[in-house]
């Protein structure tokens, strides 16, 4: 069975720090991967998605960045993280090549930036 | 612009009772609905799937309708309990997009 993991599970970082989010599947190959934001009390707001290796698409200007430098494993990164930042961190996969096939969610990492 | 509305935003009722929340959408062309549960703290789990063709779906207590002719959708949850407190997502995909849309949510709280 396909299972998804993500770390840590939570994170309190000053403002202007890095930041680094670990996402990786377990189960399947070739998935389509997802990063997602949640702030409080709202909906969820994708990030970056990726249908393979190196591919990354960007769907909203930020100082994040993602990057996939295996098949299952995505990466979130920042250089220095603004108070703006904080939320709650969504990793999902998705079936290779299938438009419109359910999303999986990892647990979700919960980001504070002080 | 694909849009999901979910309505109402928010919903307290007492263990036992019956609810349902709406799901509006106008995402073209349509491939199919999902209606997702969120624990707080967690990450979505999906509960049903619809497709064009499919108008009723049911999950244990849980119930979902599909008008694709007035793009509506529902879900009906029965006989509620403690448990069933959690935000209800709406999400709703496009053909040929590795994107869906999501809704913003009802916030679901039952109390005792």
């Known amino acids: 069975s396909q299972t998804i993991h993500q770390w840590p599970a939570t994170l309190v970082q000053p403002v202007g720090s890095p930041l680094s989010l670990e996402c990786t599947v377990e189960?399947?190959?070739?998935?389509?991967l997802y990063w997602y934001r949640q702030a409080a009390g709202r909906g969820l707001q994708l990030l970056f998605y990726?249908?393979?290796?190196?591919?990354i698409s960007s769907e909203v200007p930020q100082n994040l960045s993602a990057s996939r430098p295996q098949d299952r494993q995505f990466i979130l990164s920042s250089k220095k993280l603004l108070l703006s930042d904080s939320g709650f961190y969504l990793c999902?996969?998705?079936?290779?090549?299938?438009?419109?096939?359910?999303?999986?969610f990892g647990p979700g990492t919960r980001l504070t930036v002080t | 612009k694909n849009q999901v509305e979910q309505s109402p935003q928010s919903l307290i009722i007492l263990e036992g009772k019956n609810c349902t929340l709406q799901?509006?959408?106008?995402?073209?062309?349509?491939?199919?609905l999902r209606w997702y549960k969120q624990d707080t703290g967690r990450g979505p789990v999906s509960l049903t799937i619809?497709?064009?063709?499919?108008n009723t779906k049911s999950n244990g207590r849980y119930t979902a309708t599909l008008d694709a002719d007035t793009k509506q959708s529902s879900l009906h949850i029965t006989a509620s309990q403690l448990s069933d407190s959690a935000s209800y997502i709406c999400?709703?995909?496009?053909?040929?997009?590795?994107?869906?849309?999501f809704g913003r949510g009802t916030s679901l709280i039952v109390h005792p």
């Open positions: 999902a996969w998705s079936v290779k090549g299938a438009t419109g096939s359910e999303q999986y």
């Open positions: 189960g399947t190959s070739n998935p389509n």
């Open positions: 990726s249908v393979g290796i190196g591919q």
């Open positions: 799901c509006n959408y106008t995402v073209s062309p349509f491939s199919n």
């Open positions: 619809m497709t064009f063709s499919e």
């Open positions: 999400v709703v995909s496009s053909g040929g997009s590795y994107i869906p849309t």
